[in-house]
């Protein structure tokens, strides 16, 4: 396979393995992506099924990421490769696949002690059915078929297939789904999940605020933006992002910053043109010693239309507000009643104070709501449930969300989030759809039950066909069976068959509400 890149600034055509990390690679309308990169030039809408199972284009634009195997679907891109060969997203997700291909679920433990009891079993009833047989007075040709026809039709093999398979087919039925589960544990513990915490910001909503109101009270609105985006330079927080980006869409030149300190769960501290500036909620306020009490009134009217509002402080005075909002995700309200549906209690963590918290909650129809948490507060309350005996999944995208997926017994990563917040989880959610966390759920659900259907398949069939392999039929005076290693052969092919088209039946559904 070829791909066309730009070397000396000519286009030259060389095979994709030849392909350096900083080369410009030129994709056309139609063409399929070779690696992982940023597009330096152009935009185009492009076809990422392969990747999240979301049937519809994504648009990208100058500075976005796109991936290996993605399709370019109109304008031509050029694409600075970032990842190549086995660093690319593609790869990383093909072998996390077979990882949780190759491991093993609990119950797939149970089955193997069982498969391994089993075995032995067989041959010591085999010898006791020979033996006796013989001793009774029939013929030593009668006895030796006995043991050949319970030794034939006995049938582990169905044991050994009943959870490999499932499997197999419920991870890669997931992978369509865009779902990415990290081993076949996470798969079984996903189907006994009754509560889920979800993190508020990137999971419930999009994670990409917007800035809505600055309220000034000792200095013009542009000034304060300008002073709180130059001190949030230089965080990573969304909400610091969203400031920053106001501020630059408004062409404002951000000062220099000394002094950059970030408190955790509250908000930053740094020097800005030699005032000391504080930008966060009230309790970094508290705790840098400024009096919010002149922008209460505004406070309380925005947080009530569910805006974040970050306090700002210069040299221990309050300065204003800046609200920032997070627009629900479309799909939210309808994650959260199929998580009820399911017979789990959603639950939502924020570290947004309780205002804002409870009107984001109640418009996607969560009773249950943390607000004003602290990272370490969410590894608590993850804590708090398991102690009362629930099987809980974490839904989160941010760093300080890493604890929380980590002590969940199912940790689940939205696509979009933080490499640390993916690393920490067990699943990851491709298509950042909240709704992925019931299908998630509801695949889980199906594939133990599979699996159990299968064991019991497989135990059902020996129970069955072992006694009349012994010689059940002659006892009861239905004659002898002279063909009987013949049909305990075809048996025992049929158990291993019927085990097999249980499983692979399960390629065939689709969650009523998976992604379109």
Not at 102 to 126: C, E, N, S, Y
Request: net charge negative.
């Amino acid at each position: 396979q070829e791909a066309s890149v730009i070397r000396d600034g000519k286009e030259t055509r060389i095979p994709v393995s030849e392909i350096a990390i900083g080369d410009t690679v030129l994709v056309r309308a139609g063409e399929s992506i070779p690696v992982d990169g940023v597009i330096t030039e152009g935009d185009s809408d492009i076809d990422e099924s392969m990747l999240t199972g979301e049937s519809i284009p994504v648009m990208k634009k100058t500075g976005d990421t796109v991936y290996t195997a993605t399709v370019n679907g109109s304008g031509s891109l050029r694409i600075r490769t970032e990842q190549t060969g086995k660093n690319t997203l593609l790869h990383q997700i093909i072998t996390m696949i077979e990882g949780a291909q190759g491991t093993k679920a609990p119950i797939a433990r149970m089955a193997d002690k069982v498969a391994g009891v089993f075995v032995p079993a067989v041959l010591l009833i085999a010898a006791v059915c020979c033996a006796a047989w013989f001793l009774s007075g029939r013929s030593a040709s009668f006895s030796i078929t006995v043991m050949v026809s319970v030794l034939v039709i006995s049938c582990p093999c169905a044991l050994g297939l009943a959870t490999p398979l499932a499997i197999i087919v419920g991870t890669g039925n997931a992978a369509r789904q865009g779902i990415l589960f990290k081993n076949a544990a996470t798969l079984e513990a996903a189907g006994n999940i009754d509560l889920v915490v979800l993190d508020k910001t990137g999971t419930i909503t999009e994670g990409h605020p917007e800035v809505t109101d600055i309220v000034p009270l000792n200095m013009t609105e542009n000034e304060l933006l300008a002073l709180t985006a130059s001190a949030e330079f230089g965080s990573q927080h969304p909400i610091a992002k969203a400031i920053v980006r106001s501020a630059e869409e408004r062409g404002m030149e951000l000062a220099s910053v000394s002094g950059f300190d970030t408190v955790v769960g509250k908000g930053i501290v740094c020097t800005v043109n030699g005032r000391k500036i504080a930008v966060g909620n009230a309790s970094l306020m508290e705790e840098v010693g400024t009096d919010i009490f002149a922008a209460a009134g505004h406070y309380n009217s925005l947080t009530a239309e569910a805006k974040t509002c970050m306090f700002v402080s210069a040299d221990g005075t309050i300065a204003g507000i800046v609200a920032v909002a997070d627009p629900l995700r479309p799909t939210s309200s309808e994650a959260v009643s199929l998580i009820k549906s399911m017979g789990a209690m959603p639950v939502m963590v924020t570290g947004d104070n309780r205002q804002t918290a409870e009107a984001v909650a109640h418009a996607v129809g969560i009773s249950e709501v943390k607000s004003e948490v602290l990272p370490q507060d969410k590894l608590a309350i993850v804590k708090k449930y398991q102690i009362m005996q629930k099987t809980v999944a974490m839904a989160g995208d941010w760093i300080n969300d890493a604890p929380a997926l980590t002590q969940a017994n199912v940790g689940m990563a939205v696509g979009s989030g933080t490499d640390i917040a993916i690393g920490a989880a067990d699943v990851v959610l491709m298509n950042s759809d909240p709704r992925s966390v019931p299908v998630a759920m509801d695949i889980g659900r199906k594939t133990v039950t599979n699996i159990r259907q299968n064991l019991f398949l497989a135990f059902v069939y020996n129970a069955i066909c072992i006694p009349i392999a012994a010689g059940l039929p002659y006892l009861l005076g239905m004659g002898e069976f002279s063909h009987m290693p013949m049909l305990a052969a075809a048996a025992m092919s049929c158990s291993s068959v019927s085990v097999t088209l249980n499983a692979l039946r399960m390629r065939g559904y689709r969650p009523a509400f998976a992604n379109q």
